[in-house]
């Protein structure tokens, strides 16, 4: 009979130890009432080995205990964040994972609950992955382009040369020692030698009436 009540008493005892050790770690359990971030209990992890970023690379704000970003900076793409309060862990965010936008914005972010059951306020917050540099655009050439001039045409060596016309010699008005007809004067003056034939003209046809008459009177 007492093994039996021994035996009662060790399973009530067992029984309420599990209890108690399962309501302790409840009552200890990281929670939030928000249900897009995992809650976990204790020191927050960092970052994997070269994800670090900055705050400085988002735009961001703290309104009321809530953190809210806005925009990402150009060639940076945010892979997780941690929002840090209270003295029962952290609020882990994945963007695209449980309800939360995979881009920007990303509002309303916060701390896990305090153990006293109170939403912690945001003590540190931070980022986790990848950053890239801005492609470069390259700028236009401002210099304008060259047209390239056309050649002269080759000359051949045995080019003709464009025939010369020469106009005669013009005689000054009133030039009575020329010849005329366009001939150039060369300085022989030769009008003696017309009074002489007229002269000659003269007295022949004047001997030639002379003989004429003497020929009629005869008669």
């Excluded at 309060?85 to 309303?108: H, I, V």
């Excluded at 008005?173 to 004067?185: D, P, Q, V």
Aim: hydrophobic fraction near 35%; glycine fraction near 10%.
């Amino acid at each position: 009979m007492r093994s039996r009540t021994f035996r009662g008493a060790v399973a009530i005892m067992a029984l309420t130890t599990a209890a108690l050790i399962g309501t302790a770690g409840s009552a200890l359990a990281c929670h939030s009432d928000d249900n897009r971030p995992h809650p976990t209990p204790g020191k927050a992890t960092p970052c994997a080995e070269g994800t670090d970023l900055s705050q400085s690379d988002v735009d961001f704000k703290i309104v009321k205990n809530r953190l809210n970003i806005s925009k990402v900076n150009e060639g940076v793409t945010v892979k997780r964040i941690v929002v840090i309060g209270g003295d029962d862990g952290f609020n882990d965010y994945t963007p695209g994972a449980k309800g939360l936008e995979k881009a920007a914005p990303w509002n309303d972010l916060r701390a896990p609950f305090s153990r006293n059951g109170r939403q912690a306020d945001i003590e540190k917050w931070y980022l986790c992955g990848t950053k890239t540099k801005p492609t470069e655009t390259t700028k236009p050439s401002t210099k304008p382009t060259e047209t390239t001039k056309p050649s002269a045409p080759a000359t051949s060596e045995t080019s003709v040369s464009p025939a010369s016309t020469t106009a005669p010699a013009v005689v000054p008005a009133g030039n009575e020692s020329g010849t005329g007809g366009g001939l150039a004067n060369t300085g022989f003056d030769n009008m003696w030698l017309v009074w002489i034939a007229a002269l000659l003209i003269l007295g022949g046809g004047g001997l030639l009436a002379l003989l004429k008459f003497r020929r009629k009177a005869s008669e």
